[in-house]
């Protein structure tokens, strides 16, 4: 039950959500008003959290937190640099090497 509500508070799951009450609303002759909110309300979510705007200004606080290391000698104890991008596999059959998806693994180190 919880991994459905978190999935809903996602705006991906918020509009399927929104769009199968809509699609099932459209069954019930005294619900055909709230399919038709339900089915724009869908429509306007993903309309909204797709856009390259919205993305810019929820993720920006988020990237400009932290000023840029310009000097590695400020932090002389960090051996390691951890980059977090796109999704890593979690298959123990896997070698390490094969769980990262291909544009993490792609990715150009320079040291």
């Known amino acids: 039950m919880t991994g459905v509500l978190q999935a809903s508070l996602l705006p991906s799951g918020l509009a399927t959500l929104l769009f199968l ?3 099932v609303a459209v069954a019930l002759p005294r619900a055909r008003r709230m399919a038709c909110v339900a ?10 959290f797709s856009n390259g705007l ?5 993720m920006s606080p988020l990237e400009y937190a932290f000023p840029a290391l ?3 000698r400020q932090h002389p104890d960090a ?3 951890v980059v977090l ?5 979690d298959d123990r059959n896997l070698p390490l090497s094969s769980k990262p998806n291909g544009s993490s693994a792609m990715r150009p180190c320079s040291w």
Not at 39 to 48: G, K, N, Q, R
Not at 85 to 89: D, G, I, L, N
């Open 54 to 58: 919205v993305a810019t200004l929820l």
């Open 70 to 72: 310009q000097d590695p």
């Open 39 to 48: 089915l724009a309300a869908s429509a306007a979510v993903m309309l909204i």
């Open 85 to 89: 991008t796109a999704y890593v596999a």
């Open 21 to 23: 009450v809509g699609v």
């Open 79 to 81: 051996t390691v640099i």
